[in-house]
Protein backbone atom coordinates (compact mmCIF):
# COMPACT_ATOMS: atom_id res chain seq x y z
CA UNK A 1 0.00 0.00 0.00
CA UNK A 2 1.34 3.08 -0.88
CA UNK A 3 1.79 6.09 1.81
CA UNK A 4 1.70 9.46 0.53
CA UNK A 5 4.57 12.08 1.94
CA UNK A 6 2.76 13.34 4.46
CA UNK A 7 1.45 10.31 6.14
CA UNK A 8 5.07 9.08 5.99
CA UNK A 9 6.14 12.13 7.90
CA UNK A 10 3.77 11.06 10.58
CA UNK A 11 4.78 7.27 10.46
CA UNK A 12 9.19 8.57 11.28
CA UNK A 13 7.77 11.28 13.73
CA UNK A 14 5.86 8.40 15.73
CA UNK A 15 8.74 6.11 15.78
CA UNK A 16 10.86 9.02 16.37
CA UNK A 17 9.21 9.58 19.32
CA UNK A 18 8.54 5.61 20.60
CA UNK A 19 12.31 5.95 20.62
CA UNK A 20 12.46 8.68 23.25
CA UNK A 21 9.29 7.64 25.03
CA UNK A 22 6.70 4.45 25.77
CA UNK A 23 3.36 6.76 25.80
CA UNK A 24 3.48 8.64 22.60
CA UNK A 25 -0.04 10.90 22.42
CA UNK A 26 -1.13 13.01 19.66
CA UNK A 27 -0.27 16.15 20.97
CA UNK A 28 2.96 15.29 21.24
CA UNK A 29 2.73 13.87 17.69
CA UNK A 30 1.11 17.72 17.05
CA UNK A 31 3.79 19.36 18.77
CA UNK A 32 7.05 18.13 17.52
CA UNK A 33 5.68 18.67 14.09
CA UNK A 34 4.52 21.79 14.50
CA UNK A 35 0.81 21.08 13.25
CA UNK A 36 -2.70 21.76 14.74
CA UNK A 37 -4.97 18.93 17.14
CA UNK A 38 -7.08 18.52 13.97
CA UNK A 39 -4.45 18.10 11.23
CA UNK A 40 -2.67 15.39 13.66
CA UNK A 41 -6.26 13.54 14.39
CA UNK A 42 -7.22 13.32 10.62
CA UNK A 43 -3.45 12.07 9.67
CA UNK A 44 -3.98 9.43 12.51
CA UNK A 45 -7.22 8.12 11.49
CA UNK A 46 -6.10 7.61 7.82
CA UNK A 47 -2.95 5.42 9.28
CA UNK A 48 -5.23 3.81 11.67
CA UNK A 49 -7.84 2.88 8.77
CA UNK A 50 -4.69 1.78 6.79
CA UNK A 51 -3.75 -0.29 9.65
CA UNK A 52 -0.32 1.32 9.65
CA UNK A 53 -1.18 2.83 14.08
CA UNK A 54 -2.98 2.42 16.40
CA UNK A 55 -4.29 3.86 19.72
CA UNK A 56 -4.95 2.44 23.25
CA UNK A 57 -7.95 3.49 25.59
CA UNK A 58 -5.66 6.08 27.00
CA UNK A 59 -4.73 7.97 23.81
CA UNK A 60 -1.52 6.49 23.26
CA UNK A 61 -0.28 5.64 19.91
CA UNK A 62 2.18 2.78 18.41
CA UNK A 63 2.66 1.53 15.32
CA UNK A 64 1.55 -1.39 13.88
CA UNK A 65 3.91 -4.08 12.27
CA UNK A 66 3.64 -2.64 8.86
CA UNK A 67 3.29 1.08 9.90
CA UNK A 68 6.77 0.31 12.03
CA UNK A 69 8.35 -1.16 9.03
CA UNK A 70 7.55 1.88 6.67
CA UNK A 71 8.46 4.00 9.27
CA UNK A 72 11.85 2.50 9.78
CA UNK A 73 12.54 2.68 6.08
CA UNK A 74 11.87 6.14 5.69
CA UNK A 75 14.20 6.82 8.89
CA UNK A 76 16.59 4.99 7.52
CA UNK A 77 16.45 6.54 4.38
CA UNK A 78 16.82 10.21 6.52
CA UNK A 79 19.25 9.13 8.62
CA UNK A 80 22.06 7.91 5.23
CA UNK A 81 20.83 10.80 3.35
CA UNK A 82 22.04 13.59 5.96
CA UNK A 83 25.29 11.20 6.27
CA UNK A 84 25.87 11.55 2.78
CA UNK A 85 25.09 15.06 2.56
CA UNK A 86 27.45 16.22 5.48
CA UNK A 87 30.28 14.28 3.80
CA UNK A 88 29.47 16.28 1.09
CA UNK A 89 30.49 19.11 3.05
CA UNK A 90 26.71 20.31 3.78
CA UNK A 91 25.65 21.80 7.43
CA UNK A 92 24.29 19.30 9.22
CA UNK A 93 21.00 21.69 9.71
CA UNK A 94 20.44 21.81 5.37
CA UNK A 95 21.67 17.88 5.51
CA UNK A 96 18.90 16.92 7.30
CA UNK A 97 16.19 19.50 5.56
CA UNK A 98 17.20 18.41 2.40
CA UNK A 99 17.25 14.60 3.57
CA UNK A 100 13.34 15.10 4.36
CA UNK A 101 12.59 16.45 1.15
CA UNK A 102 14.26 13.23 -0.75
CA UNK A 103 13.64 10.71 1.36
CA UNK A 104 9.79 10.30 0.08
CA UNK A 105 10.22 10.70 -3.85
CA UNK A 106 13.63 8.66 -4.46
CA UNK A 107 13.25 4.69 -5.64
CA UNK A 108 14.46 1.83 -3.76
CA UNK A 109 16.92 1.35 -6.44
CA UNK A 110 19.09 4.57 -6.27
CA UNK A 111 18.40 4.41 -2.13
CA UNK A 112 19.89 0.85 -2.18
CA UNK A 113 22.64 2.33 -5.01
CA UNK A 114 23.87 5.12 -2.10
CA UNK A 115 24.16 2.79 0.73
CA UNK A 116 26.12 0.22 -1.18
CA UNK A 117 28.32 3.54 -2.48
CA UNK A 118 28.27 4.54 0.81
CA UNK A 119 29.75 1.32 2.37
CA UNK A 120 32.01 0.91 0.16
CA UNK A 121 33.97 4.55 0.71
CA UNK A 122 33.17 4.21 4.70
CA UNK A 123 36.52 3.36 5.74
CA UNK A 124 37.77 6.14 3.76
CA UNK A 125 35.85 8.69 5.83
CA UNK A 126 36.71 10.76 8.84
CA UNK A 127 35.55 9.08 11.85
CA UNK A 128 32.54 11.21 14.08
Given at each position: MAVQESGEMYLETILILTQR??????????????????????????????GLAVTDEAGHISLTEAG?????SIYERHTVLTKLFVGLGVDEETAAEDACRIEH???????????????KYASKLPKE
Open positions: SQAVRAIDVGEYMGFSKPSVSRALGLLKKNEKKAKYMSDKTFDAIKAHMA
